[in-house]
């Protein structure tokens, strides 16, 4: 089972950027595809985008045009580009492999993201 740890969140204002980052243990090119989630309070956990192994990146609609994923195979890294940051993006994100794609890896700490001015 994979290990995941996320990093990079932060205090943001409206219409700023952050960029996530989630460290994978062992290669990335074993997972068929990876994924961030959001969780913000007293809301279910949430897919807001996917990249597979082959490249193909699919977004939830909130979020399609403000954030882009992307991944590091030498360095078995995803990111998560968050630009023109809304509050409604405040949460705590995490990456995993997203159901449906194979066995999911351990959940980390996730990451903070706050956005409030």
């Known amino acids: 089972q994979v290990q995941l740890v996320e990093s990079g969140g932060g205090l943001v204002q409206p219409g700023g950027s952050l960029r996530l980052s989630c460290a994978v243990s062992?290669?990335?090119?074993?997972?068929?595809?990876m994924g961030w989630y959001r969780q913000a309070p007293g809301k279910e956990r949430e897919l807001v985008a996917t990249?597979?192994?082959?490249?193909?990146?699919i977004y939830a609609e909130s979020v399609k045009g403000r954030f882009t994923i992307s991944g590091d195979y030498a360095k078995n890294m995803v990111h998560l580009q968050m630009n023109s940051l809304k509050p409604e993006d405040t949460a705590v994100y995490y990456c995993?492999?997203?159901?449906?794609?194979?066995?999911?890896?351990?959940w980390g700490q996730g990451t903070q993201v706050t956005v409030s001015s």
């Open positions: 062992g290669s990335l090119f074993i997972l068929n595809a």
């Open positions: 990249i597979t192994r082959g490249g193909t990146t």
């Open positions: 995993n492999v997203p159901e449906g794609w194979g066995p999911r890896g351990s």
